[in-house]
């Protein structure tokens, strides 16, 4: 019987060509988009998820407190005591790692040198994570501090192999480090990702001040892996004093969460996780199902639509002894020989544009046909896309009584496929509209975002690490930098003009009570011509300046500073800044220092010639890009020989901030268009089905003098009626969803009516241009031919 049906089901796969076409076309079209993005879903769902023991790593976050002792805000960095206390403490804590944050860093083999990522870690995280080991030993790889650990891909890069086990690299051009273990390459959804590593006692060794104890100076980040067993609630209750109790002025406390929901679960609200990335995730998942399920139901149309060709066949089967099991089986066998058709199309289509789909998102995504669990999954994937799309037409075809068939009545129902077509098409518009606002309204978010003023000149600036000599030679850098006509200005900083680094709080001021002492302020160091070089607009004052030795002991505040200080002539104040005495010199206006999408917190602006890591330099307009970069990158070279030259334009890294809006911006519009594509197969399916239905009515119609126009307004209108009742379902439901994501952003923009009627009106358009089509097709036809068929 099985043969059989394959036999039956391959004969009308061939002799359908064209529906076949577009059945398979659009289900492919359908699977490939579904796939695509549950591998998107997979990729962020998976972060930090690799391994066995992965669900019981946690990393250490930290609550602060308002001066109400309410939480304020929840952060992932932890001073440098509060990981080996709770090693000390707690026996449930089976091992413990601090680590920084992993910025770019100089290794070096002989004359090849590179910027890699790099981290610094306690040897326990080698007990946390289950790297693969290519070579070495885990259990002593970190155990001394000039000990470093690699990825394959590094050591690759390096020599040519990854048979470098005990071999020396140069490391920050300074320190020779022996190579002790070589492992597998991260994936790329890990969030403590390095190219190489290297022990925690190496950091304190060039850093004092990473050696000092410190509670409060929230600069590195802590995991610890806990005893299965434990229960976490009881677990943080236990911690949430160990800060207080350990630095009573802290206002802080901290508490664990695990590593592999934080990539998802990211926003808290009073200490709760809120949701995240999360959100975004099961939107894909959403719009996934949604576009499979439109697919599936364009098949069921599609099916419908050529019925009455089957209904002879149905009927004849029966009349000799078909039962309707045999009959639904044969459909369904119709149905999975299409799907799996779709199926390997939709494969080839999915290894097409699955390069430009990594690229469009940043990452690498694969699909790897050794996995049986890959091959499983599209098994059930196929099966039960097959079964949902062919049970319909399967049982309506097989419920047709062969009296009425052969009676030529078996196209008369009682109704019920037209109210389950209208349900269909409804359905299917209805999903579009919303795509379609949707989109619009994310658009228009991302768009008001980017529009936000930026507050500093991000499309005329670049920037450097201040790497090896560049720290030492700062000044004969800027003299050259500026002889040269490449700039116009530079400053040295602490951090990126475009990336929040660093905060701090127990600030005084005349007037300012012990509770203020809690107010968090962002913080920058810097030098001279801060102000020049940014383009950061000064409202009040003036910047530092050589010609006043004074500056050495000044700051400048911006605009959220003196507004939270209630400070009504700043200029010339006296501050107390990391129990200095400070003056407070300038205020300048507030600018983009964090997320795009939240208010600016207090900022100082501090001088401090000790502490760089950053040049930020404003290029020559009157030179060409190519021609400032070739003049900078030659200095640069000069100056600091052992370090490659990495520079980095400012409006890319300021673009880096709306990485996640983008992406959902981009791959909602992209899947959003495909949603609605399919639903336009489908009501050009069902535009044929009624078509056919009617071959006999349009034929006498036209015999009796009607004309084109009416004839093709004859059988648009039902399906334009439905349409609109598609809008008016889709418009409030589309609404109400977008305006509570909006919410979501401190700073938003408003939905349009306007947008939701040029939404409607496109819909409407869009179907009209489908339906037009089949029914111009259809009121052309000769009406001999018609009345000849019927």
């Not at 910027?115 to 790889?141: H, Q």
């Not at 418009?731 to 409607?760: C, Q, R």
């Not at 819909?763 to 241009?769: E, F, K, M, N, P």
Request: charged share 15%; proline share 3%.
């Amino acid at each position: 019987m099985f043969k059989l049906n394959l036999k039956i089901a391959l004969r009308n796969l061939w002799r359908n060509k064209t529906s076949s076409f577009i059945n398979i076309s659009g289900l492919a079209i359908g699977l490939a988009s579904c796939l695509l993005l549950l591998l998107y879903v997979s990729y962020e769902w998976s972060y930090d998820n690799q391994g066995k023991d992965a669900s019981h790593i946690y990393k250490v976050l930290t609550n602060y407190l308002d001066i109400n002792k309410r939480i304020e805000g929840t952060g992932e960095n932890t001073g440098n005591m509060a990981g080996p206390k709770l090693k000390e403490d707690y026996p449930a804590v089976q091992a413990m790692s601090r680590y920084e944050w992993g910025g770019p860093k100089l290794i070096a083999n002989g004359t090849k040198s590179f910027k890699k990522r790099g981290r610094f870690a306690d040897a326990d995280i080698l007990n946390i994570f289950e790297y693969t080991f290519l070579s070495g030993d885990r259990k002593t790889a970190l155990d001394a501090p000039n000990n470093v650990i690699v990825t394959a891909s590094t050591a690759q890069t390096l020599f040519g192999t990854t048979d470098v086990l005990n071999k020396t690299v140069r490391f920050d051009n300074k320190l020779s480090l022996k190579i002790t273990g070589v492992i597998k390459d991260l994936p790329g959804n890990t969030s403590v990702y390095f190219d190489f590593l290297m022990p925690w006692s190496l950091y304190e060794t060039q850093f004092d001040w990473v050696k000092s104890p410190s509670w409060t100076n929230y600069n590195w980040e802590t995991v610890i892996k806990l005893d299965p067993s434990t229960d976490i609630a009881q677990f943080n209750s236990a911690i949430k004093g160990m800060m207080e109790k350990n630095h009573p002025h802290s206002r802080s406390f901290i508490f664990v969460y695990p590593l592999n929901k934080l990539h998802l679960n990211s926003t808290f609200i009073n200490g709760k996780s809120s949701g995240g990335k999360i959100e975004q995730v099961r939107l894909f998942m959403g719009l996934a199902i949604g576009i499979l399920l439109i697919a599936c139901v364009n098949f069921m149309n599609m099916a419908t639509a050529k019925s009455e060709r089957r209904a002879k066949e149905v009927g004849i089967k029966k009349t000799i002894g078909a039962t309707r099991g045999s009959l639904i089986s044969q459909f369904l066998m119709e149905s999975l020989v299409l799907t799996f058709c779709s199926a390997v199309m939709a494969i080839v289509l999915i290894e097409l544009t699955l390069p430009l789909f990594n690229n469009l998102l940043g990452i690498t995504l694969a699909i790897s046909y050794s996995n049986f669990y890959v091959w499983a999954g599209l098994v059930a994937v196929v099966i039960l896309t097959g079964l949902i799309a062919g049970s319909y037409p399967a049982f309506y075809l097989s419920s047709f009584n062969p009296i009425q068939i052969l009676k030529k009545k078996g196209s008369k129902n009682n109704g019920q496929f037209i109210s389950l077509r209208q349900i269909l098409v409804i359905g299917q518009f209805s999903f579009a509209v919303i795509l379609i606002i949707a989109t619009t309204v994310i658009y228009q978010q991302i768009r008001f975002i980017k529009d936000r003023p930026v507050g500093y000149k991000v499309n005329e600036l670049v920037e450097i690490e201040q790497d090896g000599n560049l720290y030492e030679k700062f000044d004969l850098l800027k003299t050259r930098l500026l002889q040269s006509g490449a700039v116009t200005a530079l400053a040295q900083t602490s951090s990126s003009i475009t990336r929040d680094g660093s905060s701090f709080i127990g600030m005084e001021w005349q007037g300012s009570a012990a509770a203020d002492k809690l107010i968090t302020f962002n913080q920058i160091a810097t030098t001279y011509d801060f102000i020049k070089t940014t383009g950061v607009s000064l409202l009040e004052g003036r910047e530092f300046s050589p010609h006043f030795a004074s500056d050495s002991a000044a700051v400048m505040v911006n605009r959220s500073a003196v507004k939270r200080m209630n400070l009504t002539e700043p200029i010339g104040q006296t501050i107390l800044y990391h129990g200095e005495k400070r003056t407070i010199v300038g205020v300048f206006d507030d600018f983009i220092w964090g997320s795009p999408v939240q208010s600016e917190r207090p900022m100082v602006v501090a001088f401090n010639k000790g502490w760089g890591g950053r040049v930020i330099m404003h290029l020559n307009p009157a030179n060409t890009t190519a021609a400032n970069l070739a003049s900078i990158t030659r200095i640069i070279k000069e100056i600091n020989p052992a370090y490659p030259v990495d520079i980095n334009f400012t409006d890319r890294l300021y673009a880096d901030k709306l990485n996640t809006q983008s992406i959902l911006g981009v791959l909602s519009n992209l899947f959003g268009g495909l949603a609605i594509f399919i639903s336009c197969l489908g009501l050009f399916g069902l535009t044929a089905y009624s078509a056919e239905q009617r071959t006999k009515e349009i034929g006498v119609r036209k015999v009796l003098g009607a004309s084109v126009t009416s004839l093709m307004k004859l059988l648009s209108l039902s399906f334009l009626k439905m349409v609109m009742a598609a809008i008016i379902i889709g418009v409030p439901v589309a609404d109400y969803i977008m305006s509570g994501w909006l919410k979501s952003f401190e700073f938003h923009t408003t939905i349009n009516w306007l947008v939701i009627v040029l939404a409607a009106m496109g819909t409407l358009g869009i179907a009209l241009v489908t339906v037009s089509f089949q029914a111009y097709k259809a009121a052309k036809t000769n009406p001999v031919q018609a009345l000849k068929y019927e």
